[in-house]
């Protein structure tokens, strides 16, 4: 999944004249975090990469397990920098309108937590994780009682249809493709053009409806992972009725504990209680409190400094996706009352530099350029060791198959940068292939990131043009197949617990299109023959598969240099109840939030 705070990795600009001060600044308040706790961190991480459960009806039934001491009523006060760049379902794909999504809508299954790493899949609008027959490759699902929208318009197996078929509709590009291309291949769009809005809609050998509570998906191959690729977000349910094509999203229409009261664009967002929410048919939200004021263009060094302080409303306030600014994580930690007001954790993304393949063509520079990049001062920037650890190789340390040892460009041994390996690969390469566009986020840590792109390739030769990009419009522009730009940093995190969920949407040549996350728009056929290999087999077997996709893609292709694996340090008010780490979404778990008084 796409990183925000970091696609599930986005940043606001201030500009910072005294770049490299800033930098400083940070890698010398650390708080005194050293390797032997990165290392504690990674092993705590190893958690996240255990197997997800599937549920049962029983499990699947609410209300949800009520949280110790909560109390209802009062309103929540969200800080965030950017502003969303979506809110239709269809097009979340980035985990800010995945926080917000958890709030708003329901899908056919949910992820549900038990605090303690542990995560399991339910039925959320359906009784249960679903039942498979024919070897796995046919599910059926069955709509619970009682489920209705915003408007009290009962949810039946039509809107399930009409939420998957909009999938394949052009206007919807930002979003997940698992479901539409496990349904009908690649070129799924060319299935159903009109997106099923006409006359045609998907046979029933693919999609049956034959009643309005039953919902049947037929695929080629078996397909394991159905439960947890309908719990993401980009999957739940938009009413056919209320559907408005392109201005959905801007006016979505609610199905879970709250809905859209008031919405300005990148400046606020305000929800309420939707009453049409019923929490016996919901095993996993909850709806405390009467509403979620969002405030946009928040700085995280604002949002920082106003929790630290824990004035008036902030003492009800939490970061959405931000996290502690870096300059002031000394303060939190060595301040007790504060920092027991903070949740952390290790978040599945691996944040790389990605090369747009179509115009860095010589792997020279490229591997130049993996071999300069300086991840100790990138890491500074985020806030040093509670900020993230040195990535290695592309796979993070909460993905089963993660090889902690694998270096192949000596990132562990250089952190900051091979410049005389560097300089010798660049030695015979025209000036001209040494000008490199890199494209940046106008956020805070996006001028950060700048700062430490320029420095370390600057010090190699290369000449860097760095372009400002909107923050809240980053990763659609970077997904663009045209777009202008040479070099860009992403994070990438795993949708659940394999390989397939990293490999496949960044690596895969079939994914390559406007709006993908494959955006060094690598298309190779060995590496397009692993995962086609990989999938058709079993977890265990598939593991030595993905691990030489992995290795042939980083030390043959190397389409991104891997930078750093990101953490998460939050801070939130003195009057909010019920914080807790979630491992599912690396944030704070906002559906079980309540004030205390």
């Not at 991480?45 to 997800?52: D, F, G, L, Y």
């Not at 917000?100 to 542990?118: I, Q, S």
Request: aromatic content about 8%; hydrophobic content about 35%.
């Amino acid at each position: 999944m796409k990183s925000f705070n970091p696609r599930r990795a986005r940043a606001i600009l201030v500009a910072i004249a005294a770049g490299s001060l800033v930098l400083t600044a940070c890698s010398e308040n650390k708080g005194g975090s050293s390797d032997k706790d990165s290392k504690e961190d990674q092993k705590e991480a190893a958690t996240q990469s255990q197997a997800v459960t599937y549920a049962d009806a029983a499990a699947s039934t609410g209300p949800a397990e009520e949280v110790a001491g909560a109390k209802s009523g009062g309103t929540i006060q969200v800080y965030q920098e950017a502003g969303l760049s979506h809110l239709d379902p269809g097009q979340v794909y980035v985990s800010d309108a995945g926080q917000v999504a958890n709030l708003l809508y329901r899908g056919l299954t949910n992820f549900e937590e038990d605090g303690k790493g542990g995560v399991a899949v339910v039925g959320d609008l359906a009784t249960d994780s679903g039942k498979s027959s024919d070897g796995g490759k046919t599910w059926t699902y069955t709509l619970k009682d009682g489920i209705k929208d915003e408007n009290g318009k009962a949810i039946t197996s039509a809107d399930i249809r009409h939420t998957i078929e909009r999938q394949y509709a052009d206007f919807i590009f930002d979003g997940p493709t698992y479901l539409q291309t496990w349904l009908s291949g690649a070129d799924y769009r060319k299935a159903l053009p009109d997106g099923g809005y006409g006359t045609k809609h998907l046979p029933d050998s693919v999609l049956e409806t034959p009643d309005d509570k039953t919902v049947v998906l037929h695929f080629d191959t078996a397909r394991p992972d159905l439960p947890q690729t309908l719990a993401m977000p980009g999957y739940s349910v938009v009413p056919e009725a209320t559907d408005t094509k392109e201005k959905y999203d801007k006016a979505p229409v609610s199905t879970g504990p709250y809905k859209i009261s008031e919405y300005k664009v990148g400046k606020t967002l305000t929800l309420v209680k939707n009453e049409n929410w019923d929490p016996a048919t919901d095993s996993v939200r909850h709806q405390y409190v009467d509403g979620f004021d969002f405030d946009f263009g928040v700085t995280e060094s604002t949002q920082t400094s106003r929790l630290i302080a824990d004035q008036g409303d902030t003492k009800n306030a939490i970061q959405l996706t931000g996290s502690v600014e870096a300059t002031k994580i000394q303060d939190v930690i060595s301040t007790p009352a504060v920092d027991k007001r903070t949740i952390k954790g290790y978040q599945p993304y691996v944040m790389v530099l990605n090369f747009n393949l179509d115009r860095i063509k010589n792997k020279a520079v490229r591997d130049a350029v993996t071999y300069a990049v300086n991840s100790k001062s990138l890491i500074a920037g985020e806030g040093g060791a509670y900020g993230g650890d040195v990535a290695p190789n592309l796979f993070a340390p909460t993905l089963p198959g993660y090889e902690a040892t694998y270096d192949p460009y000596g990132r562990l041994k250089t952190p900051s940068g091979n410049i005389e390996k560097a300089k010798e690969l660049l030695k015979d390469v025209p000036a001209a292939e040494k000008k490199l566009v890199f494209a940046y986020s106008n956020n805070e840590a996006g001028q950060k990131r700048k700062v430490a792109i320029e420095d370390a390739l600057t010090k190699v030769g290369i000449d860097v043009v760095a372009k400002e990009v909107d923050s809240a419009s980053y990763y659609e522009q970077i997904g663009k197949l045209d777009n202008p730009y040479d070099i860009y940093i992403s994070g990438w995190g795993q949708d659940w617990p394999s390989p397939a969920t990293v490999v496949t949407p960044v690596y895969d040549g079939d994914q390559i299109a406007d709006g993908s996350p494959n955006y060094s728009h690598i298309d190779d056929p060995k590496v397009q023959d692993l995962i086609k290999k990989a999938l058709t087999q079993e977890p265990t077997e598939a593991a030595s598969t993905w691990k030489e996709a992995q290795h042939y893609i980083l030390e043959e292709v190397n389409p991104a240099a891997p930078l750093w694996y990101t953490k998460q340090f939050q801070l939130y008010g003195s009057n909010i109840g019920g914080a807790r780490y979630s491992t599912e979404s690396s944030y704070i778990d906002v559906t079980r939030l309540f004030l205390k008084s």
